[in-house]
Structure formats: structure tokens, C-alpha cells
């Protein structure tokens, strides 16, 4: 790391299609920056563990929504930080340009290619590792408030909520985009630019 290095925190479910997209701009904008990325495991069921007037769709969502993330907190306690970001690649490209809804066959695939044992999977039943994935959700969760979601991304300290994309830009737009975030959200008194979404996320 230099003095030029950015520090970037990025909060993530595995599920999210909005997530899975900032994620691919950030990967485009640290081949082109001196970016030092840390990946965290955040959880929409767990942001919505407290909401009753959700649609019964998107609470079926949750439960395999929660296989993931447990899975990803699991291998982050047993075999460190270096694993969750490869763990999260494997995992996306089934669940986002793969359009796989079949969370065995994802786990198992995943485990495979990041060369985690078949047996691992049972962690993505287990709450064994909840206490650390839930606080590390909210380590998130409590830099930029709970009327947001994922992902949550800390740059240099400075957190917020998004940003919302589709399609993920590259090369010169990819940077524009992340300094003109990276500016607004650096004046402490910004909140909230937002407009209507026009378009499903664009893999």
C-alpha cells in the first residue's frame, strides 16, 4: 500500500443483482487505481428480519438468500479474508449472468472452483457463524443507516449506499463515475441522489 492507495470497504450479498453489479465497477475501477478493496458479508434477510409488509415473494428470496451469505461468513472465519472475494466471484457469476436459482448446484459449483472440500457446504445451513456475519452486517449497516441496502461501500472511511447501476461502465466512464461518487460522498452534509430505475441490471 502507498500513500496513493485508496482504502475501499465493500458490503455485499450474494444475492443482490444491484450489489453484483457495483461490484464488477469496482474491479474495473482497481485495475486502473491503486484501490486497497476489503470484501464484507452483509445479508438482506437480515436487514428485512424486521419487516412484515414485505411482498411473500421476496420473503421466499431470504432463506436461500441466507445459504450464501452464511456460506461466505463460514469461509471468511476458517479461511480468511483472502477466500471471501473469490468465494463471492464464484458464487455471482452462477446467480447473476448464470441465472441459477438452484443454491445446491451454486454452492457446490463455487466450493469447486475456489477449491473449498464438498463438505463445506454444510455451513450454509448452519448458524454456527451467524454472530460473525451478523456483526459484520452491521458494520456495514451502521455507517449509512438502516433505510438502505446493499451494498454498502466505505471509501477512505467515508461510507454510503450504492451506487445503483446498469450496466456496469468501463474503462474512462468507469472512473468518471467513481470520482464524482467518491466527491459527494466525501462532503459530510450529502444524503441522497436518486431517480427511478429504468432498466433491470444489464450483466
Not at 411473500?56 to 463460514?74: C, G, M, W
Request: net charge negative; hydrophobic share 40%; glycine share 6%.
Amino acid at each position: 500500500m502507498t500513500d496513493k492507495t485508496t482504502v475501499v470497504d465493500f458490503w455485499f450479498d450474494p444475492s443482490c443483482p444491484w450489489a453484483w453489479m457495483t461490484s464488477r465497477w469496482v474491479d474495473e475501477v482497481a485495475q486502473q487505481r491503486d484501490l486497497d478493496v476489503t470484501w464484507h458479508i452483509m445479508s438482506l434477510a437480515v436487514l428485512n428480519e424486521d419487516n412484515h409488509d414485505l411482498p411473500e415473494s421476496y420473503k421466499a428470496f431470504f432463506p436461500r438468500a441466507l445459504r450464501y451469505t452464511r456460506l461466505v461468513a463460514a469461509a471468511a472465519e476458517l479461511h480468511g479474508q483472502e477466500i471471501v472475494k473469490p468465494l463471492y466471484d464464484a458464487l455471482g457469476t452462477r446467480i447473476h449472468p448464470g441465472g441459477s436459482t438452484d443454491s445446491d448446484t451454486v454452492i457446490a459449483e463455487a466450493l469447486a472452483e475456489v477449491g473449498l472440500p464438498e463438505s463445506f457446504a454444510a455451513y450454509a445451513d448452519s448458524d454456527e457463524y451467524d454472530p460473525q456475519m451478523r456483526a459484520s452486517h452491521f458494520d456495514g449497516i451502521q455507517r449509512v443507516g438502516q433505510d438502505v441496502g446493499t451494498p454498502v461501500i466505505a471509501v477512505n472511511g467515508v461510507a454510503f449506499f450504492g451506487p445503483v447501476i446498469s450496466p456496469a461502465p468501463k474503462g474512462e466512464m468507469a472512473l468518471t463515475l467513481w470520482d464524482g461518487v467518491v466527491a459527494a460522498a466525501s462532503y459530510d452534509g450529502f444524503f441522497e441522489l436518486k431517480r427511478s430505475r429504468t432498466r433491470d441490471p444489464q450483466f
